[in-house]
């Protein structure tokens, strides 16, 4: 079997109908196995789109008799392609950008607008800009071939002169495109029709180590396909850019401000899916930060930004802010870290051999069985401390504030201590099989171990 042969019953092949022979050809052809690793990409990276508006019902007909001339699909009913996107990342966006996405589908490879990069891969992440209009070009624009251009027409040039023009076309339709949206971008940076969405893939190998350092604008991060890291990012603006990088097994991805930017201008929206005993290290000013579905390490730091660690499991929390609220829901088994100067703290169902918040104005709060034979330190200067444990819970318990009020709801059994434990402002006790050891200690701040009812 060749390529033409196998390009032939690709779309079987994407819909799990494949012989010996098709599978031999593509273990043995890196054009068609990269090619298909390509559409695979497109197809997953759909799934996780949501409602937006979608473009005319003309487009997907032009679209549609664009493959079937070229041999790519042959059955009678008519394709439907759909992509949708998430609200809160595409807000009022335009559907214009599914033109490019569309000259990429006719001329099966999106070379130009989506290239996927594999392990060590360091050239520039590849762009997909998002423009308010679609770009028209008229039949006697005159487009220049680019180098790079150049060298995939040169790989293709075998076909046959009917495919191979329609294939010029269509990349002479998606230069134009970005052209167009640069111009936007230049006409006005601060428009929201022109944001850009940037997709980059990467192969990795397991317990990959991942960072972003985005000073503005969200970051989400979730367990996704081993050995693969996706990176979706919505920069707002032209007053930034992003640097990225792969060594081995570790990647770098850094949201470079640029002149003039401001925390407007240099937002940038990321949606990260993560092999999911990867490593993670993120950094923000303000940005909100979410980690979920992780058994690696997380680490992540901000001045102001919310951070959110959700479902995690078998690994080491480290938490690091100025001022902004920190929620630590499901984590089983972790071994968690939070410090924090003016943000409030909330773990629910937190537990591991080791938790420790150390905050100096912020509240605490936890919701838990204090499970894992495990090591519970709560200490605060001003904040208050509260816990909420069942009445089943094992622990063997210690709390003191200098100048705040101390409650317990529980009748512990008592036990002696270093200090003074004067009613109101101390306790100390175990409940249970006092399986594990937990301490509260605050300066001024009022401390309530409180029994779930």
């Not at 060594?247 to 999911?276: C, F, K, T, W």
């Not at 200067?381 to 504030?401: F, N």
Request: charge should be negative; charged fraction near 20%; hydrophobic fraction near 40%.
């Amino acid at each position: 079997m060749n390529c033409v042969e196998f390009e032939s019953v690709m779309p079987e092949y994407l819909e799990g109908m494949h012989t010996s022979e098709q599978q031999a050809h593509l273990d043995s052809c890196p054009a068609c196995s990269g090619l298909l690793s390509d559409l695979n990409l497109i197809s997953s990276q759909a799934k996780l789109l949501l409602a937006s508006d979608e473009p005319r019902p003309a487009l997907w007909n032009a679209l549609e008799g664009r493959l079937r001339s070229d041999g790519l699909i042959r059955r009678s009913e008519p394709i439907s392609i759909q992509v949708r996107f998430k609200e809160s990342f595409f807000h009022r966006w335009r559907a214009a950008w599914l033109v490019p996405a569309a000259a990429a589908l006719a001329i099966v490879a999106g070379l130009k607008l989506y290239r996927p990069a594999g392990a060590g891969d360091n050239a520039p992440i590849a762009k997909q800009p998002v423009a308010a209009q679609p770009a028209t070009r008229t039949a006697s624009a005159k487009v220049p071939v680019s180098r790079e251009d150049q060298l995939w027409l040169n790989s293709v040039a075998a076909r046959p002169p009917a495919q191979l023009a329609r294939f010029r076309s269509d990349l002479d339709d998606a230069n134009a495109f970005i052209r167009d949206a640069e111009q936007s971008l230049k006409n006005d940076p601060n428009d929201a029709y022109t944001q850009q969405m940037l997709i980059n893939a990467y192969k990795v190998g397991k317990h990959p180590m991942v960072s972003i350092n985005n000073p503005y604008g969200p970051v989400t991060v979730k367990a996704g396909t081993a050995r693969e890291v996706l990176v979706i990012a919505i920069l707002h603006s032209d007053k930034v850019e992003l640097d990225q990088s792969q060594s081995h097994n570790r990647i770098d991805i850094v949201s470079h401000l640029l002149p003039g930017a401001d925390q407007n201008s240099g937002m940038v929206e990321y949606q990260v899916q993560v092999p999911a005993e990867a490593s993670l290290t993120i950094h923000s000013d303000s940005g909100r930060m979410r980690a979920e579905k992780l058994r690696g390490d997380v680490s992540m730091e901000s001045n102001s930004g919310a951070m959110e660690v959700v479902e995690c499991a078998d690994d080491h929390v480290h938490l690091k802010t100025l001022n902004g609220p920190i929620s630590v829901m499901n984590v089983r088994n972790g071994h968690v870290e939070i410090v924090s100067m003016g943000g409030n703290v909330s773990l629910t169902s937190v537990s591991g051999p080791y938790v420790a918040v150390n905050s100096n104005t912020g509240k605490i709060e936890y919701a838990g069985d204090f499970a894992g034979e495990g090591e519970y330190s709560f200490t605060s200067h001003t904040g208050d401390i509260e816990a909420v444990a069942p009445a089943y819970a094992s622990i063997d318990v210690l709390a003191r504030s200098n100048q705040g009020r101390v409650e317990s709801d529980f009748s512990l059994e008592p036990k002696h201590t270093p200090f003074y434990a004067q009613a109101g402002s101390a306790f100390a006790g175990t409940l249970g099989k006092a399986a594990s050891r937990v301490n509260f200690f605050s300066f001024s701040g009022r401390i309530h171990l409180k029994k779930r009812q």
